[in-house]
């Protein structure tokens, strides 16, 4: 089945690019374009995309805003963030609002449509530069915390989700996860599943910020 695919940016000729990239692909579908957020939230509730390809500065609704909007309800499509601006802010903004991933526009086309199929198949995907951005400011607090007002979140998980909840953390794949166990690969995805939905996550990017977040992984420090 194809991967349906709404594409959002305000410059058309960057728009009308990535739309030519992405229906030249057998397996996916450009549904829909836009370059207004809001306008890119009505269109995901008529077209019912898989993944949504969301610039962040825009005119009128920004890409962030649109991405909060279209995530809320936890059934909407997973949005991977698109953008020009290398900006931490932005980086973990999005990731806050449930954005499943996180490309710059200068990636190669195959690391575009390969993060388009990632995504679609329910995992996040981020720039190698913002993955390693990203431990680093959880590493020097620049990273706030989500408030603990509520029992810890993975109270309710077994004792092998929670460490593969912490190997996921780590930036391990299902494989290498199961090599390190000794298990199948298909095990491990089952027990990634569990976890996710235990957790109340979209996918791996959202359970590696809370992991962060609870302070169950520490960064290597050099």
Same mark, same amino acid.
């Given at each position: ?7 959002? !940016? !305000? ?34 509730? &008529? ?9 962040? &500065? ?10 909060? $909007?279209?995530? @809320? ?75 603990? !007002? ?18 996921? @953390? ?9 090599? &390190? ?13 569990? $976890? ?27």
């Amino acid at each position: 089945m194809s991967v349906r695919v709404l594409v959002v !940016d !305000d410059q058309r000729v960057v728009r009308a690019g990535f739309v030519a990239m992405l229906d030249a692909e057998p397996d996916l579908t450009v549904v829909g374009e836009t370059g207004d957020g809001a306008a890119a939230v009505e269109l995901a509730g &008529r077209l019912a995309p898989d993944v949504v390809l969301m610039d962040i &500065r825009m005119p009128g609704m920004d890409g962030l805003t649109a991405t909060g $909007l279209l995530t @809320a309800a936890g059934a909407g499509p997973r949005v991977l963030v698109l953008t020009t601006f290398d900006l931490d802010e932005y980086v973990f903004r999005a990731l806050r609002v449930g954005a499943s991933g996180f490309l710059l526009k200068d990636a190669e086309p195959e690391e575009l449509l390969a993060a388009v199929r990632v995504v679609a198949a329910g995992d996040g995907m981020l720039a190698p530069t913002v993955t390693r951005r990203l431990i680093d400011a959880f590493a020097t607090g620049g990273v706030v915390a989500a408030a603990a !007002d509520s029992p810890s979140p993975v109270a309710g998980l077994t004792p092998r989700e929670r460490e593969v909840l912490l190997l996921v @953390a780590s930036g391990l794949s299902n494989g290498e996860i199961a090599t &390190r166990l000794g298990v199948a690969t298909g095990t491990v995805k089952t027990h990634v599943n569990g $976890l996710l939905a235990k957790l109340g996550v979209r996918d791996r990017v959202q359970a590696t910020i809370l992991a962060y977040d609870l302070g169950l992984v520490r960064p290597r420090v050099p």
